[in-house]
């Protein structure tokens, strides 16, 4: 059985690509694209995290960013 949480935060400040969250007396930052759209300082959000399984192959990610990585110094 899948359990989900959803817990009430506020949302503080939004700086600088990230936003600060409050729940209760503890704040953490997240970035701000995971806001959803119309939400701002001062907005109050529902948060559901659930638990999931890994997935089949939790290395295939890792896989990927290699193969499409050159390697090399970075051109800016």
Request: hydrophobic letters at 40%; glycine letters at 10%; zero cysteines.
């Amino acid at each position: 059985m899948t359990q989900t949480k959803t817990s009430s935060v506020f949302v503080d400040a939004v700086e600088n690509g990230r936003a600060r969250l409050l729940l209760g007396a503890d704040a953490f930052t997240v970035p701000a694209a995971l806001l959803p759209d119309g939400a701002g300082e001062g907005s109050w959000l529902k948060l559901s995290t659930t638990v999931t399984p890994p997935p089949a192959d939790p290395d295939a990610l890792r896989r990927k960013l290699g193969r499409d990585d050159p390697g090399g110094p970075i051109k800016l």
